[in-house]
């Protein structure tokens, strides 16, 4: 069965940093490089935006604006793991964040994901 475990969410001062993982698991993912992988966010009232991905499989990434400079996502093929680095936190990443996989080789938005994690919360204090 395929599945997609979140953890590294936390609360955090603006201006800290945290790293959130995502581990994928199930034969479906024996081909991990093959998804394209993301991190999409969610606040209270607003839609699921996608703030970072890595393509399959050239492992491209691209970022939202908002975050462009201050977070980092990366991806361990031999740990079927998903990173996402967030530096210089501000009171407006707080969400909760979802990994994400599709066999699309990029992400455009959440219509394009096959898998969901069940997401980690994150809150950044002023």
């Known amino acids: 069965q395929a599945q997609l475990v979140e953890s590294g969410g936390g609360l955090v001062q603006a201006g800290g940093s945290l790293r959130l993982s995502c581990a994928a698991s199930?034969?479906?993912?024996?081909?991990?490089?093959?998804?394209?992988m993301g991190w999409f966010r969610q606040a209270p009232g607003k839609e699921r935006e996608l703030v970072a991905q890595?393509?399959?499989?050239?492992?491209?990434?691209n970022y939202a604006d908002s975050v462009k400079g201050r977070f980092t996502i990366s991806r361990n093929g031999a740990k079927n793991a998903v990173y996402l680095q967030m530096n210089s936190l501000k009171p407006e990443d707080t969400a909760v964040y979802y990994c994400?996989?599709?066999?699309?080789?990029?992400?455009?938005?959440?219509?394009?994901?096959?898998?969901w994690g069940q997401g980690t919360q994150v809150t950044v204090s002023s």
């Open positions: 199930g034969r479906t993912f024996s081909t991990f490089t093959n998804y394209a």
């Open positions: 890595v393509r399959a499989p050239s492992g491209i990434t």
């Open positions: 994400a996989a599709s066999l699309r080789p990029f992400l455009v938005s959440r219509y394009d994901v096959q898998y």
